[in-house]
């Protein structure tokens, strides 16, 4: 199994509604991220996590809330959003580092659309 | 914050022609991967390069690297009308040693092959 797993693909909020994004990846890979990207922009790392353990906070508001509850499962909480977070949120795996460097390249889902009214 | 700058922003190409995109970024780097996106859904690789390495090939993908220039090129031959997508660079300089590494994305190319 090579493949990444998102849901919903896609997901209209209120600013004062509670959801969770969620990915899914049984590669057997150790690091999980996720990236925020808008229309014709590139996507931006928010969270690294290695080893189930946050390693990477790219200074994301805390209405976003990352969580990994196991080696095989992302979440992203959302809550309180606001209008300019609409967006495609990506989720991604990648093996790790191995000692010798290598193993960097990451998988990515399909992503969620997400429309904050 | 944004590393790589890439140019063109966008392409339009005849299918069976070659396309051409390149990518600068600003500091020193472990590698330098290509990605391509279809209309909005995931990223999938498409070539890693290392820092020490040069060029690189992989089917019709031919991927250079100039690390005193701080440059890459990625070059598509024969394109496919199936090659319409995005293409970004992504640069890692992670000094983290622990699984996972910060891939910073160069602003993309847009590439349309016309039948």
Redesign the interface.
């Given at each position: 199994d090579t493949e990444v797993t998102q849901t919903p693909k896609h997901l209209v909020m209120g600013m004062t509604n509670k959801k969770s994004l969620k990915c899914e990846q049984h590669m057997g890979h150790r690091a999980m991220y996720w990236y925020k990207q808008k229309a014709k922009k590139p996507p931006e790392l928010m969270f690294v996590y290695s080893y189930e353990k946050l390693s990477i906070n790219e200074s994301v508001p805390s209405r976003f809330s990352p969580e990994c509850p196991n080696s095989s499962l992302l979440n992203l909480h959302l809550h309180a959003l606001q209008p300019e977070d609409s967006a495609l949120y990506l989720c991604a795996s990648s093996q790790g580092r191995s000692p010798t460097g290598g193993r960097e390249t990451q998988y990515f889902g399909p992503g969620t659309r997400l429309l904050v009214l | 914050s944004?590393q790589g700058e890439e140019d063109p922003q966008a392409l339009s190409i005849q299918e069976g022609e070659n396309a051409t995109m390149n990518c600068s970024y600003k500091t020193s780097i472990?590698?330098l991967?290509w990605?391509r996106q279809n209309s909005?859904?995931?990223?999938?690789?498409l070539i890693?390069i290392r820092s020490n390495e040069r060029e690189k090939h992989s089917g019709r993908l031919r991927v250079t690297l100039d690390t005193s220039k701080k440059s890459s090129s990625l070059l598509i031959t024969a394109s496919r009308a199936a090659d319409t997508a995005s293409y970004?660079c992504a640069t890692?300089a992670?000094l983290?040693?622990?699984?996972?590494?910060?891939?910073?994305?160069?602003?993309?190319t847009?590439v349309l092959v016309k039948p």
């Open positions: - | 944004q472990n590698n991967q990605y909005g859904r995931g990223l999938v690789h890693l970004f890692d992670s983290i040693k622990a699984a996972g590494n910060k891939l910073t994305f160069g602003g993309g847009r």
